[in-house]
């Protein structure tokens, strides 16, 4: 009998994942990744169970655990992380396990790949996304198919159509990095481009800087297919519980006057150089060509 959920299967036995991909009731064709570290059983266990019901296969990959760092590393990634930021060793382990997967993609032959925290929901439909590759538009590099209840703008005069749901381009920042698309040339570039950059995932991934001056190609998938446990409305998972700091923001929108005001803050202690006002200068001339956008709430169904 075929395995569905291949929850510890090693991330170097690939023909072992393709061999059961190609068997899997639903012909799945896309592979997927699952970033979760060894003593999160539970959470093992949840995404698992999600999985085989959806009848879809994953790879699990360890997370990197912030006692690999040693303090050197540490103090050498503060010296040279072009986030500008302190970061504390559990946000640094979590962008590293991103990376992990990235190059993991960038070896590997699949066209695009699906990267998975283990702590969200998934649609009920979502094998039919997850499955295969082929509603994916060809230019598209990154695809977020989560939604952090978080109002986000994008453009929406520009839709295209993804089975019985819709893609549109990415304007606007939309945290969270628990679930999303990458394709193996756009996983290239990010770890070319972010190879001194330890800060937070969905900046990296999903914000106006450095996403776009990466120039990825990117969409959101509306609804969205997946949710964090902490941004669902009502009673949470008690297992699935944020081991980033990120209680304060459960059950609230996401704290955009908070983001503004640091933003600001930063601006303030940068110093307005010649070459930082010419970029300024070409990023609102930009804005002024751009296409309509709208703000809305992504849901998820």
Same mark, same amino acid.
């Given at each position: 009998?075929?395995?569905?959920?291949?929850?510890?299967?090693?991330?170097?036995?690939?023909?072992? =994942?393709?061999?059961?991909?190609?068997? !899997?009731?639903?012909?799945?064709? /896309? @592979?997927?990744?699952?970033?979760?570290? #060894?003593?999160?059983?539970? @959470?093992?266990?949840?995404?698992? !169970?999600?999985?085989? @019901?959806?009848?879809?296969?994953?790879?699990?990959?360890?997370?990197?655990?912030? +006692?690999?760092?040693?303090? +050197?590393?540490?103090? %050498?990634?503060?010296?040279?992380?072009?986030?500008?930021?302190?970061?504390?060793?559990?946000?640094? =382990?979590?962008?590293?396990?991103?990376?992990?997967?990235?190059?993991?993609?960038?070896?590997?032959?699949?066209?695009?790949?699906?990267?998975?925290?283990? #702590?969200?929901?998934?649609?009920?439909?979502? =094998?039919?996304?997850?499955?295969?590759?082929?509603?994916?538009?060809?230019?598209?590099?990154?695809?977020?198919?989560?939604? *952090?209840?978080?109002?986000?703008?994008?453009?929406?005069?520009?839709?295209?159509?993804?089975?019985?749901?819709?893609?549109?381009?990415?304007?606007?920042?939309?945290?969270?990095?628990?679930?999303?698309?990458?394709?193996? +040339?756009?996983?290239?570039?990010?770890?070319?481009?972010?190879?001194?950059?330890?800060?937070?995932?969905?900046?990296?991934?999903?914000? #106006?800087?450095?996403?776009?001056?990466?120039?990825?190609?990117?969409?959101?998938?509306?609804? =969205?297919?997946?949710?964090?446990?902490?941004?669902?409305?009502?009673?949470?998972?008690?297992?699935?519980?944020?081991?980033?700091?990120?209680? #304060?923001?459960?059950?609230?929108? *996401? +704290?955009?006057?908070?983001?503004?005001?640091?933003?600001?803050?930063? %601006?303030?202690?940068?110093?307005?150089?010649?070459?930082? /006002?010419?970029?300024?200068?070409?990023?609102?001339?930009?804005?002024?060509?751009?296409?309509?956008?709208?703000?809305?709430?992504?849901?998820? !169904?």
């Amino acid at each position: 009998m075929m395995q569905k959920a291949q929850a510890t299967l090693p991330i170097t036995d690939r023909s072992t =994942a393709r061999d059961a991909e190609r068997h !899997s009731i639903n012909r799945q064709t /896309m @592979r997927i990744l699952l970033i979760n570290p #060894d003593s999160y059983t539970d @959470r093992l266990h949840w995404m698992e !169970s999600q999985f085989s @019901r959806l009848g879809l296969t994953f790879e699990r990959i360890p997370a990197c655990k912030p +006692d690999e760092l040693s303090e +050197d590393r540490i103090r %050498q990634i503060h010296a040279t992380c072009e986030s500008g930021m302190v970061r504390k060793p559990i946000e640094i =382990a979590a962008n590293i396990s991103h990376k992990r997967c990235w190059q993991i993609i960038a070896d590997g032959d699949d066209p695009y790949v699906c990267v998975f925290e283990d #702590d969200v929901h998934l649609s009920p439909d979502a =094998a039919k996304f997850l499955s295969t590759s082929s509603w994916i538009p060809d230019r598209a590099e990154l695809i977020k198919i989560e939604t *952090f209840n978080f109002e986000v703008a994008y453009f929406y005069k520009q839709p295209i159509a993804a089975l019985d749901r819709t893609l549109f381009r990415l304007k606007g920042f939309h945290p969270g990095a628990a679930g999303y698309i990458i394709s193996r +040339d756009a996983a290239r570039t990010l770890l070319e481009k972010t190879k001194n950059n330890f800060g937070n995932n969905s900046f990296i991934l999903f914000s #106006d800087r450095p996403s776009r001056a990466v120039r990825l190609v990117t969409y959101q998938l509306f609804p =969205a297919l997946c949710i964090q446990d902490m941004r669902i409305a009502g009673e949470k998972n008690p297992k699935l519980a944020s081991v980033l700091g990120h209680k #304060d923001v459960v059950n609230n929108p *996401f +704290d955009v006057q908070l983001l503004k005001q640091k933003t600001k803050e930063r %601006q303030a202690r940068t110093k307005r150089s010649w070459s930082h /006002m010419r970029r300024e200068i070409k990023l609102r001339i930009a804005r002024m060509t751009e296409p309509p956008t709208r703000t809305d709430v992504i849901p998820f !169904s």
